[in-house]
């Protein structure tokens, strides 16, 4: 499945029985949202890859990645630098893997509506493949802050709760 919802090109891959999946296009707009809003140059052919998992396959993934051996909600696989001398081809920004089961059950443990915290997952997912990370507490902060920002343009609340709990 393909979704063109901004400049951004975004394939999306369910590979999970679980039922309650947003559809393609909220998954493209949260994707190119995110995008848009990291600074990150884009053309006409960039594109991002959003597989939607089980939990065996996200198990499998970050035990192999970042040998965290349990499921995990998001997992971000940046493509790396762009060849600009290859103009027929995509230029693949990354791919996200989301646990459809891990997530869900963050939504509810958090009690928030598991579409937010979807879009939440690819907006954090996407600023990953933007160069973002969280590794210490400045990046932490920079990088929290934009995902606030982008989920209230979204109309969504503030994914860290009011007082920015994490």
């Known amino acids: ?19 309650r999946l947003p559809d393609e296009d909220d998954f493209a707009c949260w994707a190119n949202r995110a995008l848009a809003s990291s600074g ?4 006409a052919r960039s594109c991002v890859t959003i597989r939607i998992v089980d939990e065996q396959e996200s ?27 290859i103009v027929d081809d995509d230029e693949e920004l990354g791919d996200l893997v989301i ?6 059950e963050e939504a509810c ?4 509506d598991i579409a937010a915290h979807f879009a939440h997952m690819t907006v954090h997912g996407c600023l990953h493949l ?11 902060a920079a990088m929290e802050a934009l995902e606030e920002q982008i989920m209230a343009s979204l109309g969504f609340p503030n994914p860290y709760g009011q007082n920015n709990e994490r």
């Not at 646990?99 to 869900?104: L, M, Q």
């Not at 933007?130 to 932490?140: E, K, L, P, V």
């Open 1 to 19: 499945m393909n979704a063109d919802q901004g400049p951004v090109r975004v394939t999306l891959q369910i590979a999970t029985a679980f039922q």
């Open 40 to 43: 990150i140059p884009m053309t």
């Open 59 to 85: 198990q499998a993934l970050n035990s192999s990645f970042r040998n965290v051996p349990k499921p995990t909600n998001v997992l971000a696989f940046p493509a790396g630098p762009v060849n600009p001398a």
């Open 99 to 104: 646990c459809a089961a891990v997530v869900a």
């Open 109 to 112: 443990d958090q009690q928030k």
């Open 130 to 140: 933007a160069g973002y990370d969280h590794i210490d507490n400045t990046q932490a």
